[in-house]
């Protein structure tokens, strides 16, 4: 009897364990393809059900499989987009190599329409809102930005693989909260190679931790 009970009991609670999952993946959403009538592939979101949420060409490219919080599509003309799991657009993403942002210590940097870059992290929630003419990718918990740098700069550089173009610019460092914590008073800031966030500011060099202490 008492082993009958245990059946039971281990039986219901797989059931609500495959209720729950299924209940979950409806709310994903997975990338479909076809050929359309020109005989090019064309791409949609479908749900578990095979719903379809996003039509078929609405974007040109879908980057993302599986959206299980947002994923990344591409726009004609109008760049990188982050959608949620109902296919809503949330904010523009900014480029990189050829693709949207990459995840840097949980954030990716977005765009408003003015062009200004702001950070919102893995649920679609914007951390920092869009103010920066510019502002690197986060690492370590910190990242450069410019007062005075040319807007869409990022388009001509990319984590300084290639040299930026000519501005009068300053930099300095934020936090993960977008809190400065170096002022932007350098001509040039970044981290050494002994663990330290080196600036410069008219040839004279100057260290900080971290957390912007000197």
């Not at 919080?69 to 296919?87: E, L």
């Not at 904010?91 to 050829?98: A, E, G, L, R, W």
Request: net charge positive; proline share 4%; glycine share 8%.
């Amino acid at each position: 009897m008492k082993l009958l009970i245990y059946i039971i009991l281990f039986s219901n609670t797989l059931l609500s364990i495959s209720l729950a999952q299924e209940a979950k993946s409806v709310k994903y959403l997975y990338k479909v393809s076809k050929d359309s009538i020109q005989g090019l592939e064309i791409f949609a979101y479908a749900n578990s059900k095979g719903d379809i949420v996003v039509p078929f060409g609405k974007y040109p490219y879908l980057f993302t499989d599986t959206i299980k919080t947002i994923g990344f599509v591409s726009k004609a003309k109008n760049g990188f987009w982050a959608i949620n799991q109902k296919g809503k657009e949330l904010f523009k993403i900014v480029p990189f190599d050829n693709g949207p942002d990459n995840l840097c210590d949980g954030l990716y940097r977005i765009l408003d329409k003015h062009d200004n870059i702001g950070f919102a992290n893995e649920k679609g929630k914007i951390i920092i809102k869009p103010k920066f003419s510019f502002v690197d990718p986060f690492h370590k918990g910190v990242a450069r930005f410019c007062l005075g740098c040319p807007k869409r700069m990022f388009m001509q550089s990319i984590e300084n693989l290639i040299k930026m173009p000519k501005h009068n610019g300053k930099f300095g460092m934020i936090d993960l909260k977008g809190k400065i914590i170096i002022p932007a008073i350098y001509d040039s800031i970044r981290i050494s190679d002994n663990n330290k966030i080196m600036a410069t500011k008219e040839g004279k060099e100057y260290f900080f931790d971290f957390k912007g202490k000197q």
